[in-house]
C-alpha cells in the first residue's frame, strides 16, 4: 500500500507532477489523514485501473491538482515531452516501489527535466516535505524531491570528524548510501561515444557486456565508439569556518551555488563529462591494431616509437593500458582522437573526487571501496603481472566494486570508472606546479607543461615535504595537501600519500599495483618532471 502524505504542504500554488514508476491503482493508494484538512476534500482521478490525477479542494474550490503519471523504464526517452502540458513550475514528485533497478531512472529524469525546463524547477525545499510512507530506503520514512534538494558534508580537519549536510543531514557517514538518496551519483553510467562526441548507446547497469535493454550485446572494442562513463553536469558550494570544511552539490542551480569548473570547458558550460570507463589503450595508426604487447613500454609501438602526430588513445576493454610515455605524448595522442577529446584533467578528477567523498563521507577510499589493484608483488611492469587488462569491471555496469589482493584478478571501480585508484598511475593535465604553487586551467588550448601561461593561480602553496595528506587547502577547486607533517596515515585524515619537489612539476594521480595504503581518490605525486616517464604510469581519455 502507498500513502500520499502531503506532499503539497509548503508548495500550494505550485503543480507538481506525481510520477510511480511501474502501476499505482486506487486500490493500492490510500491518502494520509494529515493531508486532509478541515473542509477540505482530496479527490482521486481514474481512467480505467490507472490514477491520472489528485486534487485538493477547500469549500469547493479547487487549490492545487497533481497530474498523475504510471510510467515504466522504457518510457524514459519521451518522459520528459509528457510535461509539455503542464505549468512551467513544476515539481517532478516520483513514487517508488522498493526496486532499487529505479532508482538510476529517477536521477535520469531529474536530470533531463532539468535541461529542458531549466528555470521551472528552480526552488528551495526541504527533502521531508513532500511525498509518501512507503519509501524503504529513506531514513524515519520521510520522502524526498529529487533535483531540488542540496545535499553534502562538512569535515573538520583537527577533530578528523564528519557529518552530513543539507538532505543527508539525519544519515550515517562512512558509508554509501540508497541511490535515491545520490541523484547525481546516481546518474553516472557508461556508454558508447562516438568520436564526435554523441552518444551511440547506454551500457546495461550491472553488466557492460549488454546494452542498457540488458538483451542486446555491446561492442567494448571501440568498432561502435569509445567506453566511457557519462557524469551530469551538477552544481556546487564549497565553505570553510574554523577548522571545518563543508562541500555541497546540487542538480539544480542554487543560491550560493556554482557550476563546477569540470563543466565549463574551454570556457563554455556543458552538460555532461565523459571520462574512460577504463585505462588509455595505445591505437597504433601505423600498425593499424591496439598495443597489447606484454611489454607495454614505448617499444611496444611500430617502428618503436610512438607517434604523437597519428596514434591514438582510446578507451576499450580486455587490452592492456598504455605505460611508459609523458604527459605531454598522452595529450598529443589524445587529441588525436578529434575535436573535444583530452586525456584526464584536474577539474574532472576533482569533480569525481567531490562526488565520491560526498556519497561517503571519509577520505578513506580503501576502506569504502576496497584496496583495488594495490596489493601486487613479486612481479613485473608487465601484461598481467603488475598491470591488469581494462573490463575487469565489466560485470560491475555502473556500480562501485572492489577486488583485493596480490592476484591479476584485482581491480576497483567507482560509479563505473575501473581502477579509478591503482593499476597504473594516471597523468593528470591541466595543472602545472611550481615550486608547489599549483596552476590550473580547464581550457585545452593552452594545456601544456613547465608553464602558468592560460592558466589560473590559485593562491595557495602546496605541503613542502613528502607524507601521508593531514590538512586540506582552504579553497573551492579541487582537493589539495596543505600539509603532509608525519602526524597523517593511511587511516587518519586524508588518508593517501603525496609526493612532491621543487621546480616545475607535472601530476599523476591514484597510484600503481604496487603502492599498497599509500594509494587512494587523493592520492597525488607532483613530483615528476615534464619528461618523465615510466612503466607504472599511463593516461585516460576523456571528453
Not at 35 to 48: D, F, H, I, P, Y
Request: hydrophobic share 35%; charged share 20%.
Amino acid at each position: 500500500m502507498i500513502e500520499i502524505d502531503d506532499p503539497l504542504s509548503t508548495y500550494d500554488d505550485i503543480s507538481a507532477g506525481l510520477i510511480m514508476v511501474g502501476e499505482l491503482t486506487t486500490t493500492s493508494l490510500t491518502i494520509a489523514e494529515g493531508w486532509k484538512r478541515t473542509n477540505e476534500a482530496v479527490n482521486v482521478k481514474n481512467s480505467g485501473e490507472h490514477i491520472t490525477a489528485i486534487s485538493r479542494s477547500l469549500f469547493g474550490r479547487k487549490k492545487t491538482t497533481l497530474p498523475f503519471r504510471n510510467v515504466e523504464e522504457a518510457d524514459f526517452d519521451d518522459l520528459v515531452d509528457l510535461y509539455d502540458d503542464l505549468a512551467q513550475d513544476v515539481f517532478p514528485v516520483f513514487i517508488l516501489p522498493d526496486a532499487t533497478d529505479h532508482y538510476g531512472f529517477v536521477g535520469r529524469f531529474a536530470t533531463e527535466l532539468n535541461r529542458s525546463y531549466p528555470h521551472s524547477v528552480s526552488g528551495t525545499g526541504a527533502a521531508d516535505d513532500l511525498i509518501n510512507n512507503d519509501v524503504t530506503f529513506i531514513e524515519d520514512a520521510n520522502p524526498i524531491l529529487l533535483g531540488t534538494s542540496t545535499y553534502g558534508l562538512s569535515w573538520n580537519e583537527s577533530a578528523d570528524a564528519y557529518a552530513r549536510t543539507g538532505s543527508l543531514r539525519t544519515q550515517p557517514t562512512s558509508q554509501t548510501l540508497a541511490a535515491a538518496l545520490l541523484p547525481i551519483q546516481s546518474a553516472m553510467r557508461r556508454c558508447i561515444l562516438n568520436d564526435a562526441g554523441e552518444v551511440q548507446y547506454y551500457l546495461g547497469a550491472t553488466d557492460s557486456t549488454k546494452r542498457e535493454d540488458g538483451v542486446i550485446a555491446s561492442v567494448l572494442t571501440g568498432a561502435d565508439g569509445q567506453v566511457m562513463t557519462q557524469i551530469p553536469a551538477f552544481y556546487y558550494k564549497y565553505g570553510y569556518s574554523g577548522t571545518t570544511h563543508t562541500w555541497e552539490i546540487s542538480l539544480l542551480p542554487q543560491a550560493g551555488f556554482s557550476l563546477h569548473p569540470a563543466f565549463i570547458k574551454n570556457g563554455a558550460p556543458v552538460e555532461y563529462r565523459y571520462i574512460g570507463a577504463y585505462e588509455g589503450i595505445g591505437w597504433d595508426d601505423s600498425a593499424s591494431a591496439y598495443i597489447d604487447n606484454t611489454n607495454v613500454a614505448a617499444t611496444g609501438w611500430s617502428g618503436g616509437a610512438i607517434d604523437t602526430a597519428a596514434d591514438i588513445l582510446s578507451s576499450v576493454s580486455g587490452k592492456n593500458p598504455i605505460t611508459d610515455e609523458t604527459r605531454a605524448e598522452f595529450r598529443a595522442i589524445a587529441a588525436n582522437r578529434g575535436t573535444g577529446w583530452r586525456q584526464q584533467d584536474f577539474d574532472l578528477t576533482s569533480a569525481i573526487q567531490l562526488l565520491y567523498l560526498v556519497e561517503y563521507a571519509d577520505w578513506n577510499s580503501q576502506a569504502m571501496i576496497g584496496q583495488g589493484r594495490t596489493q601486487l608483488s613479486g612481479g613485473t611492469w608487465t601484461k598481467d603481472s603488475y598491470i591488469g587488462v581494462t573490463g575487469k569491471s565489466n560485470a560491475d555496469g555502473n556500480g562501485t566494486n572492489s577486488v583485493d589482493g596480490n592476484t591479476n584478478a584485482a581491480y576497483m571501480t567507482y560509479r563505473g570508472i575501473e581502477n579509478f585508484f591503482g593499476n597504473i598511475w594516471k597523468w593528470v593535465d591541466g595543472i602545472n606546479v611550481n615550486d608547489n604553487v599549483p596552476y590550473v586551467s580547464n581550457d585545452d588550448t593552452v594545456f601544456a607543461d613547465d608553464t602558468a601561461a592560460g592558466y589560473t593561480a590559485l593562491g595557495i602553496t602546496l605541503a613542502n615535504a613528502n607524507g601521508y595528506q593531514v590538512l586540506l587547502e582552504q579553497q573551492a577547486r579541487g582537493f589539495l595537501p596543505a600539509s603532509a607533517d608525519g602526524s597523517g596515515s593511511s587511516s587518519t585524515y586524508i588518508t593517501d600519500y603525496y609526493y612532491q619537489n621543487t621546480g616545475w612539476r607535472v601530476v599523476v594521480l591514484g597510484g600503481n599495483a604496487t603502492d599498497g595504503a599509500f594509494a587512494g581518490v587523493a592520492y597525488w605525486n607532483a613530483s615528476h618532471a615534464s619528461a618523465s616517464d615510466s612503466a607504472a604510469i599511463g593516461g585516460r581519455l576523456c571528453f
